[in-house]
């Protein structure tokens, strides 16, 4: 009976850590229910149709009590499920597939929720991302496959065989009561963490609300009062025709200490910016920040995206950055936004730019301003969008030297001195660059909030989901 509970605890074991590091919006349980009623399903006698009966109207009064389409499709699927496993052979060969496939099932729509509350991507977006990094395949292979085989080895003991686990269809129903009695029990009592999982359910519902909120996601009115806020239906852009560089700066979030953030834009106060404030990403990866910022939300080139429309009022368009051209497929694909030069590492490190191992190993982004300094003095008008590379995790991995000074000031750990540092040195290479060539319009962005950190379980904490600082220098505010 002991294992009844310990298999859907290892269900949503990942999960839970993945939200708890990554501090998701969604506040996953630690006991994936979904796994608990399939087990008990699995367990239950064949026949007894009475029982049967009255497990099915419970359900259907559910989808009634909820009224809403999220709850009929969820009441449609665990009807689907319990018929099909109490109407299959009690043989192995029938058994173990029908459990495996279930559970890999329902840990792949818990997956998929993470995925869309963190990050506001699909399994299949994350696949096309990972792909790119080493943690890739174990992320969509090793970790279901290991999970889906500690639940298989206890199906294939308890499930089927001499041994078989069977309970009374009272008996399963009273212990599916008690669970979502204490699962609804224990979040009255505090909001801050569930205790039940409830993985399709909430992909359900994810589908038909489109929208995962959480307590990162609002801003505190001490920080709304410092700090205006761009609104987003209005466009960064005034002047088509005027030359601009926008850039979107790696992992540059909305700390929810408003002396951190007074500090850290300090560093763009010398430039007399016209806008200095927050702004709402829509996405929370670095790729998705840069399709939002070319006016293609999901990659998707509807319409005229904005770098083809500073082509067609005659500048020069060039996209810019300091790592592989290969990684997110971005030489392959981002001429169709309307980019006529496109430069990555391989091209930069030929014009010998300097590159630095802080988090990845490519071009600083002190040698690509420099750089970029030779480029805007030319008297060819252009449109520039760079993201730059340096403040990328793993930050204990950084190879920096001489940390900012404000960290002691502000009482920062050692993750985030190293963090603040890079942020901090990139701010005034911007700024100078903006100094030389009031010319052009500045448009500077972060693309998220710092991801993760293994050795500073709250640093990404301090910062607030899907906000991210928003600077305009020599140009004019339009908010």
Same mark, same amino acid.
């Given at each position: 009976?002991?294992?009844?509970?310990?298999?859907?605890?290892?269900?949503?074991?990942?999960?839970?850590?993945?939200?708890?590091?990554?501090?998701?919006?969604?506040?996953?349980?630690?006991?994936?229910?979904?796994?608990?009623?399939?087990?008990?399903?699995?367990?239950?006698?064949?026949?007894?149709?009475?029982?049967?009966?009255?497990?099915?109207?419970?359900?259907?009064?559910?989808?009634?009590?909820?009224?809403?389409?999220?709850?009929?499709?969820?009441?449609?699927?665990?009807?689907?499920?319990?018929? /099909?496993?109490?109407?299959?052979?009690?043989?192995?060969?029938?058994?173990?597939?029908?459990?495996?496939?279930?559970?890999?099932?329902?840990?792949?729509?818990?997956?998929?929720?993470?995925?869309?509350?963190?990050?506001?991507?699909?399994?299949?977006?994350?696949?096309?991302?990972?792909?790119?990094?080493?943690?890739?395949?174990?992320?969509?292979?090793?970790?279901?496959?290991?999970?889906?085989?500690?639940?298989?080895?206890?199906?294939?003991?308890?499930?089927?065989?001499?041994?078989?686990?069977?309970?009374?269809?009272?008996?399963?129903?009273?212990?599916?009561?008690?669970?979502?009695?204490?699962?609804?029990?224990?979040?009255?009592?505090?909001?801050?963490?569930?205790?039940?999982?409830?993985?399709?359910?909430?992909?359900?519902?994810?589908?038909?609300?489109? %929208?995962?909120?959480?307590?990162?996601?609002?801003?505190?009115?001490?920080?709304?009062? /410092?700090?205006?806020?761009?609104?987003?239906?209005?466009?960064?852009?005034?002047?088509?025709?005027?030359?601009?560089?926008?850039?979107?700066?790696?992992?540059?979030?909305?700390?929810?200490? /408003?002396?951190?953030?007074?500090?850290?834009?300090?560093?763009?106060?010398?430039?007399?910016?016209?806008?200095?404030?927050?702004?709402?990403?829509?996405? %929370?990866?670095?790729?998705?920040?840069?399709?939002?910022?070319?006016?293609?939300?999901?990659?998707?080139? %509807?319409?005229?995206?904005?770098?083809?429309?500073?082509?067609?009022?005659?500048?020069?368009?060039?996209?810019?950055?300091?790592?592989?051209?290969?990684?997110?497929?971005?030489?392959?694909?981002?001429?169709?936004?309307?980019?006529?030069?496109?430069?990555?590492?391989?091209?930069?490190?030929?014009?010998?730019?300097?590159?630095?191992?802080?988090?990845?190993?490519?071009?600083?982004?002190?040698?690509?301003?420099?750089?970029?300094?030779?480029?805007?003095?030319?008297?060819?008008?252009?449109?520039?969008?760079?993201?730059?590379?340096?403040?990328?995790?793993?930050?204990?991995?950084?190879?920096?030297?001489?940390?900012?000074?404000?960290?002691?000031?502000?009482?920062?750990?050692?993750?985030?001195?190293?963090?603040?540092?890079?942020?901090?040195?990139?701010?005034?290479?911007?700024?100078?660059?903006?100094?030389?060539?009031?010319?052009?319009?500045?448009?500077?962005?972060?693309?998220?909030?710092?991801?993760?950190?293994?050795?500073?379980?709250?640093?990404?904490?301090?910062?607030?989901?899907?906000?991210?600082?928003?600077?305009?220098? %020599?140009?004019?505010?339009?908010?």
């Amino acid at each position: 009976m002991f294992l009844l509970f310990f298999v859907p605890i290892v269900a949503a074991f990942a999960p839970y850590l993945a939200c708890e590091f990554f501090d998701s919006p969604l506040l996953h349980g630690f006991f994936s229910a979904e796994e608990f009623f399939l087990l008990l399903a699995f367990a239950l006698p064949s026949r007894n149709i009475v029982w049967k009966v009255i497990i099915t109207a419970f359900i259907c009064g559910y989808s009634f009590y909820a009224n809403s389409a999220e709850g009929f499709a969820t009441a449609g699927l665990y009807l689907l499920t319990f018929w /099909v496993i109490i109407s299959i052979p009690k043989q192995k060969k029938f058994v173990l597939p029908a459990f495996t496939a279930f559970s890999l099932l329902f840990f792949v729509v818990d997956c998929e929720n993470f995925f869309y509350s963190t990050f506001a991507l699909k399994n299949s977006d994350v696949w096309g991302l990972a792909r790119f990094f080493w943690w890739g395949p174990p992320l969509f292979v090793v970790i279901p496959l290991l999970i889906t085989a500690i639940q298989y080895a206890f199906a294939r003991k308890n499930l089927c065989g001499g041994r078989r686990l069977e309970l009374s269809y009272p008996v399963a129903i009273a212990l599916a009561t008690i669970s979502i009695c204490l699962g609804y029990g224990f979040s009255c009592l505090q909001q801050r963490q569930s205790l039940m999982e409830y993985p399709a359910k909430t992909w359900l519902w994810q589908y038909f609300k489109q %929208n995962i909120v959480g307590k990162s996601s609002y801003l505190q009115e001490d920080i709304k009062q /410092v700090f205006p806020q761009w609104d987003s239906a209005a466009s960064v852009i005034a002047d088509y025709s005027r030359p601009t560089v926008m850039i979107l700066v790696e992992s540059f979030g909305v700390n929810k200490s /408003v002396a951190y953030d007074k500090t850290l834009f300090s560093a763009y106060a010398d430039a007399d910016p016209s806008f200095m404030g927050l702004y709402h990403r829509h996405s %929370n990866h670095t790729q998705g920040a840069e399709w939002e910022d070319f006016g293609s939300i999901n990659g998707i080139a %509807n319409g005229t995206p904005i770098p083809a429309m500073f082509k067609e009022n005659g500048l020069q368009t060039w996209y810019v950055h300091g790592f592989s051209g290969g990684f997110y497929d971005r030489r392959a694909n981002y001429a169709k936004f309307g980019f006529e030069h496109l430069l990555f590492r391989d091209e930069l490190t030929d014009k010998r730019l300097s590159t630095c191992n802080y988090g990845f190993v490519g071009i600083c982004d002190s040698s690509l301003v420099i750089f970029l300094d030779s480029l805007l003095g030319e008297t060819t008008p252009k449109f520039i969008y760079w993201t730059t590379l340096d403040s990328h995790p793993p930050y204990e991995l950084s190879t920096i030297h001489e940390k900012s000074d404000k960290c002691t000031a502000l009482d920062l750990s050692d993750i985030d001195c190293t963090f603040f540092t890079l942020q901090e040195n990139t701010a005034r290479w911007i700024t100078w660059l903006a100094h030389r060539h009031s010319e052009y319009t500045f448009i500077i962005r972060g693309d998220h909030r710092p991801m993760g950190a293994l050795m500073d379980a709250g640093f990404v904490q301090s910062f607030y989901f899907k906000w991210v600082p928003m600077i305009v220098l %020599n140009g004019h505010s339009r908010n």
